[in-house]
């Protein structure tokens, strides 16, 4: 048994999956992007995911959120396909994202921004109902305004709820889509790079709400980040990924002392 066939098959032991992948593969062209990538992310888990530039982080990330179908393998949330279910359904049962790039609705509010993250619950009786204003629709929405006034303050953003989201910078929008991501209690989070942009205090605080959800929640985090210390200090377990392969797969410590995985991530011989 290779190296490679090792490591997927040591990536595979988590007793209860929230997110189980099972030979992933995905080509452009001629370029294999992922080939047989298996992994597993155990409720209330941090699993990290690193590599070098190219390794196939970002276009997991889009099979495993239902951006991009995979060529061969099954993606299951729970105990559930949803290889071919579209990203709509996997987040509306519980599977969110953040990514690299900061994607807000810029004319709205910070507030208003996460408040949008549980609009499609809806607020019961129709239209009828908001014609004629309910008190159980109007009840709904306090509860909604007040959620989102809590996860805003933990994310140390209740200073600037009322700014528009194109306002603000780089690393506060990063903390305004985490707590767009976390306000409707995730089953699975996937982060992508986000700690970019963020001070050290902001990702002192990113850290202790990834920890909170997890803990609180029961929350699985698959976690992409170029920070190895960030990764290091707030993962269980790391995946290492190298030319779309899983080339690793352990324990901080274990990562940090393996061979090859300092001459493919790191550049050492």
Same mark, same amino acid.
């Given at each position: 048994?290779?190296a490679?066939e090792? +490591?997927?098959?040591?990536?595979?032991?988590?007793? $209860?999956? +929230?997110?189980?992948?099972?030979?992933? $593969?995905?080509s452009?062209?001629?370029?294999?992007?992922?080939e047989?990538? *298996?992994?597993?992310v155990?409720s209330?888990?941090?699993?990290?995911l690193i590599g070098p530039n190219?390794?196939?982080?970002?276009?997991?990330?889009? %099979?495993?959120?239902?951006v991009?179908? &995979?060529d061969?393998?099954?993606?299951e949330?729970?105990?559930?396909?949803v290889? !071919?279910r *579209?990203?709509?359904?996997r987040?509306?049962?519980?599977?969110?994202?953040?990514?690299?790039?900061v994607?807000?609705?810029?004319w709205? *509010?910070?507030?208003?921004n996460? /408040? #949008? #993250?549980?609009?499609?619950?809806g607020?019961?009786?129709?239209?009828? +109902?908001?014609?004629?204003a309910?008190?159980?629709?109007? !009840?709904?929405?306090?509860?909604?305004r007040?959620? %989102?006034? !809590?996860? /805003?303050?933990?994310c140390?953003?209740?200073?600037?709820?009322?700014?528009m989201?194109s306002?603000?910078?780089?690393?506060l929008?990063r903390?305004m889509?985490?707590?767009?991501?976390?306000?409707?209690? &995730?089953?699975?989070?996937?982060?992508?790079? &986000?700690? $970019? =942009?963020?001070?050290?205090?902001? *990702?002192?605080?990113?850290? @202790?709400r990834?920890q #909170?959800?997890?803990?609180?929640?029961?929350?699985?985090?698959?976690l992409?980040? !170029?920070?190895?210390?960030?990764?290091?200090r707030?993962?269980?377990?790391?995946?290492?990924l @190298?030319? =779309?392969q899983?080339?690793? %797969?352990?324990?901080?410590g274990?990562i940090q002392?393996n061979?090859?995985v300092?001459?493919?991530?790191?550049?050492?011989e």
């Amino acid at each position: 048994m290779t190296a490679v066939e090792r +490591a997927s098959q040591a990536v595979t032991t988590t007793a $209860s999956a +929230a997110l189980r992948l099972s030979a992933i $593969s995905v080509s452009f062209g001629g370029i294999r992007a992922l080939e047989d990538v *298996s992994l597993e992310v155990g409720s209330g888990e941090v699993l990290g995911l690193i590599g070098p530039n190219g390794a196939g982080k970002t276009t997991l990330f889009d %099979v495993i959120s239902g951006v991009r179908t &995979p060529d061969a393998g099954r993606v299951e949330l729970g105990d559930e396909d949803v290889t !071919h279910r *579209s990203a709509v359904y996997r987040a509306r049962h519980g599977l969110r994202r953040t990514f690299q790039r900061v994607q807000t609705f810029g004319w709205l *509010s910070v507030e208003d921004n996460v /408040l #949008a #993250a549980l609009e499609w619950r809806g607020g019961g009786g129709g239209p009828l +109902a908001d014609l004629i204003a309910f008190p159980t629709r109007r !009840h709904r929405e306090r509860e909604r305004r007040a959620r %989102v006034r !809590h996860v /805003l303050e933990q994310c140390g953003l209740d200073e600037v709820r009322g700014e528009m989201a194109s306002a603000l910078p780089i690393g506060l929008g990063r903390m305004m889509e985490l707590a767009r991501a976390i306000v409707d209690t &995730p089953r699975v989070l996937l982060l992508d790079e &986000p700690t $970019s =942009g963020l001070d050290e205090t902001e *990702s002192a605080r990113l850290g @202790d709400r990834v920890q #909170a959800i997890r803990q609180e929640e029961g929350c699985a985090v698959l976690l992409v980040e !170029h920070d190895v210390g960030f990764v290091m200090r707030q993962c269980g377990r790391i995946v290492v990924l @190298d030319l =779309g392969q899983v080339l690793a %797969v352990g324990e901080p410590g274990e990562i940090q002392a393996n061979a090859a995985v300092r001459a493919a991530y790191l550049g050492e011989e």
